[in-house]
Nanobody, 117 residues
Protein backbone atom coordinates (compact mmCIF):
# COMPACT_ATOMS: atom_id res chain seq x y z
CA UNK A 1 0.00 0.00 0.00
CA UNK A 2 1.37 3.38 -1.04
CA UNK A 3 1.16 6.03 1.65
CA UNK A 4 1.22 9.77 1.01
CA UNK A 5 1.89 12.22 3.82
CA UNK A 6 1.50 15.95 3.28
CA UNK A 7 3.10 18.61 5.41
CA UNK A 8 3.88 22.30 5.33
CA UNK A 9 0.42 23.77 5.64
CA UNK A 10 -0.51 26.44 8.10
CA UNK A 11 -1.64 30.00 8.53
CA UNK A 12 -0.11 32.65 6.31
CA UNK A 13 -0.93 36.27 5.56
CA UNK A 14 -2.07 37.35 2.10
CA UNK A 15 0.93 37.78 -0.15
CA UNK A 16 2.94 35.25 1.80
CA UNK A 17 4.40 31.93 0.74
CA UNK A 18 4.25 28.31 1.79
CA UNK A 19 5.95 25.18 0.57
CA UNK A 20 4.00 21.96 0.83
CA UNK A 21 5.71 18.59 0.86
CA UNK A 22 4.34 15.16 0.08
CA UNK A 23 6.44 12.18 1.05
CA UNK A 24 5.51 8.76 -0.25
CA UNK A 25 6.29 5.16 0.56
CA UNK A 26 6.28 4.12 -3.08
CA UNK A 27 9.27 2.10 -4.17
CA UNK A 28 8.40 2.91 -7.78
CA UNK A 29 7.61 6.55 -7.16
CA UNK A 30 9.22 7.67 -10.39
CA UNK A 31 6.52 5.84 -12.36
CA UNK A 32 3.66 7.85 -10.85
CA UNK A 33 1.98 10.94 -12.14
CA UNK A 34 1.91 13.20 -9.10
CA UNK A 35 -0.47 16.01 -8.36
CA UNK A 36 -1.76 18.49 -5.87
CA UNK A 37 -5.46 19.08 -5.42
CA UNK A 38 -7.34 21.32 -3.05
CA UNK A 39 -10.79 21.53 -1.58
CA UNK A 40 -12.21 24.66 -0.02
CA UNK A 41 -15.29 24.61 2.22
CA UNK A 42 -18.40 24.27 0.09
CA UNK A 43 -16.42 23.57 -3.06
CA UNK A 44 -15.52 20.53 -5.11
CA UNK A 45 -12.00 19.21 -4.98
CA UNK A 46 -10.06 20.81 -7.79
CA UNK A 47 -6.78 20.26 -9.55
CA UNK A 48 -3.94 22.55 -8.56
CA UNK A 49 -1.05 21.09 -10.52
CA UNK A 50 0.32 17.83 -11.88
CA UNK A 51 3.81 16.69 -12.74
CA UNK A 52 4.82 13.68 -14.79
CA UNK A 53 7.58 11.25 -13.98
CA UNK A 54 9.84 13.23 -16.30
CA UNK A 55 8.98 16.61 -14.84
CA UNK A 56 6.40 17.95 -17.29
CA UNK A 57 3.90 20.13 -15.47
CA UNK A 58 0.40 21.48 -15.83
CA UNK A 59 -1.41 24.00 -13.66
CA UNK A 60 -4.86 25.32 -13.09
CA UNK A 61 -5.09 28.47 -15.18
CA UNK A 62 -5.79 30.68 -12.20
CA UNK A 63 -2.63 29.53 -10.43
CA UNK A 64 -0.10 29.86 -13.21
CA UNK A 65 2.75 32.10 -12.17
CA UNK A 66 2.09 31.76 -8.44
CA UNK A 67 2.37 28.02 -7.76
CA UNK A 68 5.16 25.67 -8.75
CA UNK A 69 5.06 21.89 -8.52
CA UNK A 70 8.25 19.87 -8.42
CA UNK A 71 9.35 16.36 -7.59
CA UNK A 72 12.40 14.55 -6.32
CA UNK A 73 12.26 10.98 -7.51
CA UNK A 74 15.27 10.00 -5.42
CA UNK A 75 13.46 11.18 -2.29
CA UNK A 76 10.03 9.87 -3.34
CA UNK A 77 8.61 13.32 -2.76
CA UNK A 78 6.62 16.00 -4.50
CA UNK A 79 6.43 19.67 -3.53
CA UNK A 80 4.20 22.65 -4.10
CA UNK A 81 5.70 26.11 -3.76
CA UNK A 82 2.93 28.63 -3.24
CA UNK A 83 3.69 32.32 -3.61
CA UNK A 84 1.59 35.47 -3.48
CA UNK A 85 -1.07 33.63 -1.56
CA UNK A 86 -4.59 34.96 -1.55
CA UNK A 87 -7.48 34.34 0.85
CA UNK A 88 -9.22 32.33 -1.86
CA UNK A 89 -6.32 29.86 -1.75
CA UNK A 90 -7.56 28.73 1.65
CA UNK A 91 -8.30 25.02 1.39
CA UNK A 92 -7.21 21.57 2.37
CA UNK A 93 -4.45 20.56 -0.02
CA UNK A 94 -4.14 16.91 -1.01
CA UNK A 95 -1.31 15.01 -2.59
CA UNK A 96 -2.24 12.52 -5.28
CA UNK A 97 -0.32 9.68 -6.90
CA UNK A 98 -1.55 8.07 -10.08
CA UNK A 99 0.07 5.05 -11.68
CA UNK A 100 -1.94 5.27 -14.85
CA UNK A 101 -0.57 2.08 -16.37
CA UNK A 102 -1.88 -0.04 -13.49
CA UNK A 103 -4.85 2.15 -12.63
CA UNK A 104 -3.57 2.80 -9.11
CA UNK A 105 -4.63 6.02 -7.39
CA UNK A 106 -3.63 7.14 -3.90
CA UNK A 107 -4.46 10.18 -1.78
CA UNK A 108 -2.82 11.78 1.19
CA UNK A 109 -4.70 12.89 4.28
CA UNK A 110 -4.49 16.56 3.35
CA UNK A 111 -2.89 19.59 4.93
CA UNK A 112 -4.75 22.78 5.80
CA UNK A 113 -3.67 26.04 4.23
CA UNK A 114 -5.28 29.17 5.60
CA UNK A 115 -4.56 32.57 4.07
CA UNK A 116 -5.84 35.33 6.30
CA UNK A 117 -4.76 38.56 7.90
Amino acid sequence: QVQLVESGGGLVQPGGSLRLSCKTSANIFSQYLMGWYRQAPGHQRELVAVITSRGLTNYADSLKGRFTISRDNAMNAVYLQMNSLKPEDTAVYYCNANHTFWGLVYWGQGTQVTVSS
